[in-house]
T-cell receptor, first 114, second 115 residues
Framework: DAGVTQSPTHLIKTRGQHVTLRCSPI?????VSWYQQVLGQGPQFIFQ???????GRGNFPDRFSARQFPNYSSELNVNALLLGDSALYLC?????????????FGDGTRLSIL | AQSVSQHNHHVILSEAASLELGCNYS??????LFWYVQYPGQHLQLLLK??????LVKGIKGFEAEFIKSKFSFNLRKPSVQWSDTAEYFC?????????????FGKGTKLSVIP
């Protein structure tokens, strides 16, 4: 079975640009969450989506947005990129309800801002 | 909001040594507790989880953890580590009682096992 897949693997952007990261959950999973992991820290929660609705939002500025599609895949968008947005962005999926645990993680997208 | 603290930033052990990694969380209500492992170049993988019931939970690869509610702790243990256990270990919690299913992670403990 395919796990959580994320694209692209790596991305280099410059300050002020916009980026879109993509995630496909494990087949049958309906909940998708996004996390940011900066070097030396644990992952930090950004968003959770379930059935195309936002079910939770972490302490991130409005430059961060996300959406979930009818096939349960998801996109994370970040506008007006800052140097501090350089991080590994992780997508996680979990079962058939918003509360279903545990969450299964993808390999992440490494975003570097120059 | 809940928080998680992991006591050790970097632990270095010789093969066959015993391992205990500390994890404490702050939240007074019902919690789900997790340990994830991140091997070099790989994605986060679930080692074990606690939802309810027996506070001693066993996970993959010989790991176990004990939930001590009175101490708000969920320490990870392994009796005898191997070189292949070299990885970063993350403790995480969520609080379903508060309607919060997001994971709150600790900062991680890097384990280096010397052959």
């Amino acid at each position: 079975d395919a796990g959580v897949t994320q694209s692209p693997t790596h991305l280099i952007k410059t300050r002020g640009q916009h980026v879109t990261l993509r995630c496909s959950p494990i087949s049958g999973h309906k909940s998708v969450s996004w996390y940011q992991q900066v070097l030396g820290q644990g992952p930090q929660f950004i968003f959770q989506y379930y059935e195309k609705e936002e079910r939770g939002r972490g302490n991130f500025p409005d430059r961060f947005s996300a959406r979930q599609f009818p096939n349960y895949s998801s996109e994370l968008n970040v506008n007006a990129l800052l140097l501090g947005d350089s991080a590994l962005y992780l997508c996680a999926s979990s079962g058939t309800s918003a509360r279903h645990q545990p969450q299964h993680f993808g390999d992440g997208t490494r975003l570097s801002i120059l | 909001a809940q928080s998680v603290s992991q006591h050790n930033h970097h632990v270095i052990l010789s093969e066959a040594a015993s391992l205990e990694l500390g994890c404490n969380y702050s939240y007074g209500g019902t919690v789900n507790l997790f340990w994830y492992v991140q091997y070099p170049g790989q994605h986060l993988q679930l080692l074990l989880k606690y939802f309810s019931g027996d506070p001693l939970v066993k996970g993959i690869k010989g790991f176990e953890a004990e939930f001590i509610k009175s101490k708000f702790s969920f320490n990870l243990r392994k009796p005898s580590v191997q070189w292949s256990d070299t990885a970063e270990y993350f403790c995480a919690v969520n609080a379903p009682g508060a309607g919060s299913y997001q994971l709150t992670f600790g900062k991680g403990t890097k384990l280096s096992v010397i052959p």
